[in-house]
């Protein structure tokens, strides 16, 4: 619905009235009729459209009624279609009549003039800012929605600066111009119209520290580039006389979605009348976008790999030696963390997230950086914050505990549950439920994850786990059928049943942990006679299974859609389960080359029966199964091979703004 705005015809001077294209003005004909007038007459020149509301009907002019009746109260529309090349240029005439006089005893003239002023961003998301007639003042969802998207200017284009990108005031290079939204403002119109009036970019109190605006005036150098809205600045005067056609702002960024932001912030102009001095000025037009911020979205392990992260420290060249080759077949870059950068930690899982952000002009990747701030706590911001690779990090002010690494973040790929679709699947988090008084993931990190909308977490229950990442009991990896995907839950059920065959296939005597030094070598009847074991890893069935069936109704899971890895945990007093044999599920996942810690089971047949069981599993899938030695570099410090490795992948061909959340 247009914009329309009431006129009074009694105080009309020539030239004083303005008309935006687009608008419509409603003139108050009863207002200025002389005494003992009965009807009006409305003319108009050619370049004004005019209607009449009378009695709920909407008539155009002229029609084949000649007079109109001012009882009871119409009202006369008018709208223009072009912009006047000058002021006062269009006119408006009312005739006004006495009951059955054909002589007007009096006339009222309306002076007009047309100009444009337009606020226009990327509403239609083609990657170019156009004309619409779609609303730019909201923001819908969904594959036929419209609206702006907004960039977190989070990078650092210029390797000499401090800080983000958005943590300056300052435009230090074309690609920084590159990561922000184009805001156009179109003006036309008669050159004297606009000096005696006001043109108002600005922006509303609650999104000033949400966005910051730059405006380079008619040049294109870099240093002409200026903060003009945003901080304490609320509004910008844009100056009439240099701005007849286009001008052309940049928008970043400056906040993610979170608790107290939503992600949608509106910017708008408006053009003030300039009254007599000593009288304020009044708002006679206002055109407004609303932009969201594009979420921060992880990538599941079945997206393709494109950079593989690997920590080297003291004793695990072996170990970074086989994820490189793994890397290799993958056809996948290595990047090597050396040892003063990660300063002993070799946890890279448990520091960052790999995700992106993206507009339909741009994709950027940005490293979620966690709480937990170890060795590894510079990493992020040294290495990895660049120019086209974005960073973002919450802290725990309340303390962070394990659960706040993220080995405790996962997604899952695409699923559909019961009818409602989450196309770029859902988080998976790990907490303390069903019990009271455990540990959670810290709350401004949940926050977050929440707000940023399009990967509706699921909390699950992590905390019976001594490290208590999710990651230690399941994984995805792709597949060709079904869903796309087999999701892998640990399974102590499904290990006590393997080794239950090979003793009955008598190989009871066979042996785990053959060929490492100083490690117990407990037979496969020395395991199933093992009570306080067995009771032990029923508890750890219990967690998963109460995992199993929250992770089965929350991605919209079937039986055949999960596989069961053998797996055994056992307990640590003080605090919970850890692996009793490096914990398979907890692999790397490059496309379909699947990097699992080496269990070291007992050997049948010249095969470690582990091993195989998985390979049975997983090989039919298409899979290639390298197992890699990480016992002494990983699994006794109670971590695997995803927990010392991490991925960047390749984002959804999904755009985010076509799902409805």
């Keep these: 619905m247009a914009q329309q705005r009431r006129v009074p015809l009694s105080t009309q001077r020539p030239g004083s009235t303005v008309c935006v294209l687009g608008t419509e003005l ?23 459209k005019l209607w009449v509301l ?80 779609l609303d730019k003042a909201s923001w819908t969802w969904g594959p036929e929605g419209h609206g702006a998207v907004l960039l977190v200017n989070c990078d650092r284009d210029d390797p000499g600066a401090e800080g983000l990108d958005n943590e300056d005031s300052a435009v230090r290079s074309y690609n920084d111009l590159q990561d922000m939204a184009q805001l156009v403002l179109r003006t036309r119109g008669p050159r004297a119209t606009f000096a005696g009036h006001r043109l108002l970019l600005h922006l509303d109190f609650g999104d000033a520290d949400k966005i910051r605006v730059f405006y380079g005036g008619n040049g294109a150098e870099l240093e002409m580039f200026k903060p003009v809205l945003g901080g304490s600045k609320l509004a910008y005067t844009v100056r009439p006389s240099r701005h007849h056609h286009e001008s052309v702002f940049y928008v970043e ?12 912030v509106s910017l708008h102009v408006t053009l003030l009348e300039s009254p ?17 911020v594009a979420p921060w979205i992880m990538t599941p392990n079945t997206a393709a790999p494109l950079e593989v992260f690997v920590c080297s420290v003291d004793d695990n060249e072996e170990f970074v030696a086989a994820v490189g080759a793994l890397a290799e077949r993958a056809q996948c870059p290595l990047t090597v963390c050396p040892a003063p ?97 455990g540990r959670r993931m810290a709350k401004a990190v949940r926050d977050f994850l929440v707000a ?9 229950f992590s905390d019976w786990l001594h490290v208590g990442h999710v990651d230690e009991f399941l994984s995805f990896v792709p597949a060709p059928d079904r869903k796309g995907f087999r999701l892998l839950l640990a399974s102590p059920s499904a290990c006590y049943q393997l080794l239950k065959e090979k003793q009955e296939e008598g190989f009871g005597e066979a042996a785990m942990f053959q060929g490492l ?65 490096p914990d398979m599920v907890n692999m790397l996942v490059l496309g379909r080359h699947l990097g699992i810690p080496k269990p070291f089971g007992p050997v049948v047949g010249g095969r470690c029966c582990l091993e195989q069981r998985v390979r049975e599993l997983l090989e039919p899938l298409g899979l290639s199964c390298t197992f890699i030695d990480d016992f002494f570099s990983y699994h006794v410090l109670l971590g695997e091979v995803h927990c010392g490795t991490n991925v960047r992948r390749k984002p959804f061909a999904f755009k985010w703004w076509h799902a409805v959340p």
């Design 341 to 437: 950068q990660n300063r002993q930690d070799r946890w890279i899982q448990d520091e960052v997230e790999f995700g992106y952000i993206q507009a339909p002009h741009k994709t950027l990747p940005v490293v979620f950086d966690s709480p937990r701030d170890r060795g590894l706590k510079d990493f992020p911001v040294r290495s990895i914050l660049g120019p086209d690779f974005g960073y973002v990090a919450r802290q725990a002010p309340e303390g962070a505990s394990s659960l706040d690494s993220f080995g405790n973040l996962e997604v899952s790929p695409p699923v559909t549950v019961r009818g409602k679709e989450y196309p770029l699947g859902r988080i998976l988090i790990g907490s303390s439920f069903p019990r009271v008084g």
């Design 54 to 133: 009378h009695e709920a009907r909407s008539v155009k002019l002229p029609s084949s009624v000649g007079r109109w009746p001012l009882a009871p109260g119409p009202e006369l529309l008018l709208a223009m279609e072009r912009p006047s090349k000058d002021a006062g240029d269009e006119k408006v005439r009312i005739s006004y009549f006495r009951e059955a006089g054909g002589v007007p005893v009096g006339r009222a003239l309306l002076y007009l003039t047309c100009v444009e002023v337009s606020l226009d961003a990327d509403v239609t998301r083609s990657g170019a800012v156009s004309r619409t007639l």
């Design 452 to 460: 940023q909308k399009v990967q509706a977490p699921v909390e699950l």
């Design 276 to 292: 007599e001095k000593g009288v304020l000025e009044s708002p006679i037009f206002t055109d407004s976008v609303v932009f969201r």
């Design 253 to 264: 960024g400056l906040a993610f979605p979170d608790v107290a932001f939503s992600g949608l």
């Design 26 to 48: 409603a003139l108050d004909v009863c207002g200025s009729a002389p005494r003992g007038a009965a009807s009006f007459q409305a003319q108009a020149t050619p370049g004004v």
């Design 517 to 581: 030094d100083r490690v117990p070598k407990p037979t496969i009847n020395e395991i199933l006679a093992n009570e306080e074991l067995r009771r032990f890893n029923d508890y750890a069935q219990s967690c998963i299974s109460w995992n199993r069936d929250i992770l089965k109704r929350s991605l919209g899971l079937a039986e055949p859609d999960i596989l069961d890895i053998p797996q055994l945990f056992q307990s640590n007093a003080a605090s919970g389960a850890e692996a009793f044999f």
